[in-house]
């Protein structure tokens, strides 16, 4: 992992956000600015069940190989669900949903495979899954609500 990588993953773990440039609109072009910065934050606790609830859609065997045809049907099957997740992640509010259409299609016509890759394992890698799910499992080992077996004996059936 070189320099600059290790510091996206500092600044994403730090809540700073990974600045990330993409060709910027046509109308911005035409003024001279050729790319805009992005900045991906660590998603919100909201964002995280819609990015969830839209990783949901993918359905892809990983166990078998896959060949150019299948790639292409993949990449038309989940390519917009994709960008939808990134879309979310970018804008990470919900106040900020209704710019949700607009930024999808302005990612779907000037990002490429590489950024949306790219764009798509920080949001995977540091997304705050890990920390979900840890929090789950302390507070399912915590309940403090939970009937305990007080008795002596083990419990039989």
């Known amino acids: 992992m070189n320099a600059s990588a290790e510091k996206r993953a500092a600044n994403i773990l730090l809540n700073k956000g990974a ?17 805009i910065a992005v900045v991906v934050k660590a998603p919100t606790v909201h964002t995280l069940i819609q990015i969830a609830n839209e990783s949901l859609q993918f359905d892809v065997d ?20 994709m960008v939808k997740i990134v879309a979310l992640a970018v804008l990470n509010s919900p106040r900020k949903r209704w710019r949700l259409p607009i930024l999808q299609r302005f990612l779907l016509k000037s990002i490429d495979v590489k950024e949306l890759f790219y764009l798509y394992q920080l949001i995977m890698l540091y997304g705050g899954y ?14 403090i609500t939970k ?4 008795s002596q004996e083990e419990k039989r059936s």
């Not at 910027?24 to 003024?31: G, H, K, V």
């Not at 990983?62 to 669900?81: Q, R, S, W």
């Not at 890990?130 to 309940?143: A, K, P, V």
């Not at 009937?147 to 007080?150: R, S, T």
Request: proline share 4%; hydrophobic share 45%; aromatic share 8%.
């Open 62 to 81: 990983l166990e078998k190989t896959i060949n150019v045809k299948d790639a292409v049907t993949e990449v038309a099957a989940h390519g917009k669900v």
């Open 147 to 150: 009937p305990m077996n007080l």
């Open 19 to 35: 600045l990330v440039h993409i060709k910027a609109p046509l109308f911005l072009r035409m003024f001279g600015k050729k790319t």
């Open 130 to 143: 890990e920390d979900f799910t840890n929090t789950i499992r302390f507070t399912l080992t915590t309940r």
